[in-house]
């Protein structure tokens, strides 16, 4: 009952301050219903800005995403970036000189609300703002960063979220989102933060607006991931359907692919239309099979090779193609890493391209059957945290001495160039497309072409499951399952014993030797920890466990390996590594 009255104490703040009219009344129903539950939601705390920044469910409130929690955010941040200018911490601009900043949107209800306000809130504090005319892809943002030398920038997005979110991610000079110390630095700058404090009003000149120009050179810029034109002229006429889901690539996605030399694209229509309600879909995201439905409609109709498809950020790709009944197969992020980093170091080295500072990067729960192609290959692999702010890193810390030629993760991403800093959609599919236009002039299908790799590799099974718990309880079941784990670890998963844990927040490795466990440090990049679990059986499965930082859900990430004598055996193989997830769920009691 005391919460209750502290939340009915903040809401009231809203009554009597300097809201609309609009969000008074929205906060006023809230108050006045019955069931208390959305005024709860909406007020028991403030939206926390977490290392990428700000994600919620659009309304009025301290815990929703609305221009006034966008504004105080952006305040905090301004204050950390005139600061860091003031004490000539950044490598892209003298000290006194004016901060200037990238400020972006996705096709989201409220995208272009959020961006002027942020871009207003900046310019308020005096610095430089570089706003997109239009909606425009996340990786874009990055890629104007570094071409502009900026000090940051902000994407209003939520991604792949359901059409209710809306979100916010923090860029660094460096094109990638912030990590740390950064982090907590402007963490700490928005905690301080009240609606008092915000200033608006800025000078309108301090605000310049960008579009047609920058997407030249971005397009330029993924161009340059072209490994192999000729293969690309050869097969110009591959079959591509493709769909932005309503989102951001709907124009730059079929011009790289011309430029890159592919001339038989087909969009689907109905997906073209930029609509924040996401009205084809039960949801934007190209990791639901559902959401691939109308574009696998639309390429049986058209007899195309493969459909492709970004989400509304235009950051993550689905790629589905034909398997040899000819049947349409959505390809797994696992498996279309795993194909870019085969085909980068595999035919990079057939061209003479390949030299010894290159090297990939990949995510401590993307497919290990990575680790071996590139152990075989004799290639430099690295494993980094979830998220591509990592992999970025990774390039910002050896790009003097090495040379990135491309890194992903499980959850249909991959960053192909260090010209972006994040994952970024448009190149990734037209070099999927090229993988695809090289299994043809060799006479194979996509899905020959994955099949191959894995009776050269060995073959596995990925399969993730997610449990959402909404609300601030959710919250706190999520954060006491974490602690369940470590406390009371799985010493046996589906039959098998466990030989190896890791815990990233401990930094500790332990394994099993001649029955005794023995323990070792676990050294991450910046030495950071991060909240993930993971553990390996004696006969080849891999769990990782970790709750999502954007979403209010704990994943588990399953690796396991079956039996593949021939390419006929798929099927067989993923049925069998499939029918053993329930027995791994039930060691871990999910």
Known sequence: MDELKQIMATAQTWLDGNYDAETKAQVKQMMEAEDKSELIDSFYRTLEFGTGGLRGIMGPGTNRMNKYIVAQATQGYANYLNKIAREGGFATLEKGGQVSVIVGHDCRNNGRLFAETVADVFAANGIKVYLFESLRPTPEVSFAIRHLKCQGGVNVTASHNPKEYNGYKAYWEDGSQVLQPHDKGIIDEVNKVTMADVKTGGDKDLIQIIGGEMDYDYMMAVKSVMIDQDVILRQKDLNIVYTPLHGTGRQ?????????????????????????????????????????????????????????????????????????????????????????????????????????????????????????????????????????????????????????????????????????????????????????????????????????????????????????????????????????????????????QVICTKDYQLSEERNLVNGQWQSKPIHMALDAKSNVLQYFTAGGLKVSVRPSGTEPKIKFYFEIPATMKTPADYAAATAAAEARVPAIRASLGI
């Open 252 to 496: 730059i996605i079929p011009m790289c692919l011309r430029s890159w030399g592919f001339q038989n694209i087909h969009v689907v229509p109905e997906q073209m239309v930029i609509d924040g309600n996401f009205p084809t879909v039960v949801s934007p995201n190209p990791e639901n099979s559902e959401a691939m439905t109308m574009g696998m409609n639309l390429g049986t109709k058209l007899n195309a090779d493969l459909v492709i498809a970004s989400d509304p950020d235009a950051d993550r790709i689905a790629i589905v193609c034909r398997n040899d009944k000819n049947e349409w197969v959505i390809i797994n992020g696992n498996q279309t890493c795993m194909m870019y980093c085969y085909y980068i170091i595999n035919n990079m080295k057939r061209l003479g391209k390949m030299t010894p500072d290159m090297y990939l990067s990949k995510t401590i729960v993307t497919s290990e059957v990575i680790r071996r192609i590139a152990d075989r290959q004799g290639v430099t692999l690295t494993d980094e945290y979830t998220g591509f702010k990592w992999i970025a890193n990774r390039v910002r810390m050896w790009e003097k001495d090495r040379k990135y030629i491309g890194g992903g993760e499980e959850s249909f991403g991959f960053m192909a160039y260090d010209a972006v800093r994040d994952k970024c959609s448009p190149s990734a599919i037209c070099l999927i497309c090229e993988i695809a236009a090289y299994a043809k002039d060799n006479g194979m299908s996509l899905y020959e072409y994955l099949l191959n790799i894995y009776m050269e590799y060995g073959f596995q099974r990925e399969a993730t499951v997610n449990i959402v718990r909404p609300g601030k309880t959710g919250a706190e079941e999520i954060a006491q399952m974490m602690v369940n784990y470590r406390q009371n670890p799985p010493q046996t998963i589906a039959g098998e």
